[in-house]
C-alpha cells in the first residue's frame, strides 16, 4: 500500500509541478513586464555564482586533465590531451558541473527564500496589494535562471580550459597558444550548440524547481529547510533526465 | 440574540453608517471533511468596525482571507462594493484590493527590504509614474502617521513587535483603502503595547473613514474598537451586537466568551 501510496504522490508531484510550469508560459510571460526585477535577479543570481563555478569548473579541468593523461601516454597519443579535455569538457563536463553547482547555489536559496516568504505570509501581502506574486517572484526567476546559466557555462568552460592547460604544462610543456589552436580546431558547431542549449533547459529547471519548492512550503521553518533541500535534489535529478533526453534527441538529428 | 440570518447593525450605528460595503451571504468553506463556514452571512456598513469573535480554528482567518479573495469559498456570495469576489477575474480582483487594506497577523513585512521600500511597494506597483518626491512624501506621511519617521531607513528585524505592527499598519494604509481587514492586530503583543495598537487603530480609522473588519481573541481590543461584535462559532454568526450587548448575555455560549 505505502509503495501505491508513493506512486501517487510521484504523479501528484509531478502533475503539480508541470502546471506551475506551464503557467509560466499561460500567466508568467504576459504583461506587466518586470524588467527591473529580472535584472536585479540576474545579477544576483548570474554574478553572485560565477566565483563558485569558475573555482570548481577550473579544478574539475585541471584533475580531469591529470587522470586522462595516464590513458593517453599508454596507448602514445598524449599529443591528444587538449582535444580530448576540450571536448570533454565542452560538450558534457562544463555544461552538467556548471548546472549541478547552480543547482545547489540558486535552487536551494530559490527554495529556501520563497519557502521562507510563504510561511511568513510575505507572497499573501503581495497578493493582497495587488501584486501578482507568480509574475513578480517566478517568473523573474524562472527568466534570470534560464538566461544566467548559459552564461555561466561558456565562462565556467573558459575557465576549465585554462585549469586544463595547467593541467597538460604539469608534466610537459605546451604554450597556451598552441593549447588552445588544439582545443578550438577539434570543437565544432555541433560540439558547442547543443551544449549551449542544454543549458538554457537547466537554468529553467533549476529555477522553477525552486521557486515551486518554495511557493508551496508548509510546516514553517522545517518546512523552509525541506523546500531548499528538496530543491536542490529534484533539480540535481532534473539536470540529469534534461541531458540524457539532450544527448538522445542530438543523436537522433545526427548532432553528435 | 442567535441569528442565522444576514445581520443588521444596531441603531446605533446606522446613524454614522452609511451604505453596506461588504455583504456575505450564504458562506460555505471547508478543507476536505472540515467544514469550517457553513452558512454564514454578515453586512457591514461604511466608516463601521466590525469585530469577529470566535474560538481558535473557528474559522475566522478563513473568512477575511475569502473576502480579500486569498481563499476562495465552495459557495456564497461576497460583495465588496458590489463585486461578488469569488467570481472575479484576476484583474478585477487586484482594482477592488486597492479598496482592501489587510494587516497579518504575523505583519508580513518583507524581510528584504527596508521599511522605505516596504512602504514604496504597493505605490510602485499601483500607482505607475509617482514620481520619486511624491512617493517620498506619501512614505513619510504614512510613517508619520503611527509615530515611527525615524525607522525610514531600517530593516524590519531590527524593530520591535510593536514597531512592526505599526510599520505594518502604516503600509496597510498607504494606498488609502476604504476597508481594512485586521487579523489579530494585538496577538503577540505585550497589554501596553497592545493598547497602544488598539487606540492607532481607532485614531486611524476615523482620520481616513474605513470600514474595519477586526479579528480577536484580545476582548480589551474587541471593547475598544468594535461597533458591533458578531460571534463566528459553528461556522455560523452565532450572535451580533455591540459589546455591552454581547457581555451581558444569558447564552451560555456568548457568555464564555466575557468571562
Redesign the interface.
Known amino acids: 500500500m505505502a509503495l501505491i501510496q508513493d506512486i501517487r504522490d510521484f504523479f501528484d508531484e509531478t502533475g503539480s509541478l508541470t502546471k506551475f510550469a506551464g503557467n509560466f508560459f499561460t500567466n508568467g510571460l504576459k504583461p506587466r513586464y518586470e524588467v527591473k526585477e529580472v535584472l536585479a535577479q540576474s545579477y544576483s543570481i548570474g554574478y553572485k555564482s560565477l566565483p563558485l563555478i569558475g573555482l570548481t569548473n577550473f579544478i574539475m579541468g585541471l584533475v580531469l586533465t591529470m587522470q586522462l593523461r595516464p590513458s593517453l601516454v599508454k596507448y602514445g597519443v598524449e599529443s591528444q590531451l587538449p582535444v580530448m579535455v576540450g571536448i570533454a569538457i565542452v560538450r558534457e563536463i562544463g555544461p552538467v558541473i556548471a548546472a549541478l553547482i547552480f543547482a545547489g547555489k540558486i535552487g536551494s536559496s530559490i527554495g529556501a527564500e520563497l519557502g521562507s516568504m510563504k510561511v511568513t505570509e510575505q507572497i499573501d501581502a503581495m497578493e493582497v496589494s495587488g501584486t501578482n506574486p507568480y509574475k513578480y517572484l517566478v517568473a523573474t526567476r524562472v527568466l534570470a535562471t534560464t538566461l544566467m546559466l548559459p552564461i555561466l557555462t561558456i565562462l565556467g568552460d573558459g575557465i576549465s580550459l585554462i585549469g586544463a592547460y595547467i593541467g597538460v604544462n604539469i608534466n610537459s610543456v605546451t604554450s597556451l597558444h598552441l593549447f588552445f589552436i588544439q582545443v578550438f580546431h577539434s570543437l565544432t558547431f555541433s560540439d558547442l550548440i547543443p551544449a549551449i542549449i542544454k543549458t538554457f533547459f537547466f537554468g529553467f529547471a533549476v529555477g522553477m524547481v525552486g521557486c515551486y519548492k518554495g511557493f508551496n512550503s508548509v510546516k514553517g521553518t522545517r518546512g523552509v529547510g525541506i523546500s531548499a533541500n528538496s530543491a536542490v535534489v529534484l533539480s540535481s535529478v532534473l539536470i540529469f533526465v534534461i541531458d540524457l533526453l539532450v544527448v538522445q534527441f542530438t543523436n537522433l538529428l545526427g548532432l553528435n | 440574540m442567535p441569528v442565522s440570518k444576514i445581520t443588521e447593525p444596531s441603531e446605533s450605528n446606522k446613524i454614522s453608517k452609511g451604505e453596506p460595503v461588504i455583504i456575505i451571504e450564504h458562506l460555505f468553506k471547508s478543507f476536505g471533511k472540515n467544514v469550517v463556514l457553513k452558512d454564514f452571512n454578515l453586512k457591514v456598513y461604511g466608516q463601521e468596525n466590525v469585530v469577529v469573535l470566535g474560538k481558535s480554528g473557528a474559522g475566522k482567518s478563513v473568512l477575511i ?1 475569502c473576502i ?3 481563499l476562495k469559498p465552495d459557495r456564497g456570495k461576497i460583495l465588496v462594493f458590489g463585486n461578488n469576489i469569488p467570481e472575479l477575474s ?1 484583474d478585477e480582483l ?2 477592488v ?2 479598496k ?1 487594506g ?1 494587516l ?3 505583519n ?5 527590504m527596508t521599511i522605505r521600500e516596504n512602504l514604496e ?2 505605490l510602485r ?2 500607482w505607475i509614474g509617482l514620481k520619486q518626491k511624491e512617493v517620498d512624501k506619501m512614505v513619510l506621511e504614512a510613517l508619520d502617521n503611527v509615530g515611527l519617521r525615524n525607522t525610514l531607513e531600517m530593516m524590519p528585524i531590527e524593530l520591535s513587535g510593536g514597531m512592526l505592527k505599526r510599520i505594518a499598519l502604516a503600509r496597510t494604509l498607504i ?1 488609502k483603502p476604504e476597508i481594512i481587514l485586521y487579523d489579530e492586530p494585538t496577538t503577540g503583543l505585550d497589554p501596553v503595547t497592545a493598547r497602544e495598537i488598539d487606540k492607532l487603530i481607532l485614531k486611524l480609522q476615523k482620520k481616513f473613514k474605513t470600514s474595519s473588519i477586526v479579528i480577536s481573541h484580545d476582548m480589551n481590543c474587541v471593547k475598544t474598537i468594535a461597533d458591533r461584535v458578531v460571534l463566528l462559532l459553528d461556522g455560523i454568526c452565532y450572535a451580533e451586537g455591540t459589546y455591552d450587548e454581547l457581555e451581558h448575555s444569558e447564552d451560555e455560549k456568548i457568555k464564555q466568551f466575557f468571562e
Open positions: 482571507k480579500i479573495g486569498l484576476p487586484d482594482k484590493r486597492t482592501i489587510f497579518f497577523q504575523a508580513a513585512l518583507y524581510d528584504s511597494f504597493p506597483r499601483h494606498l
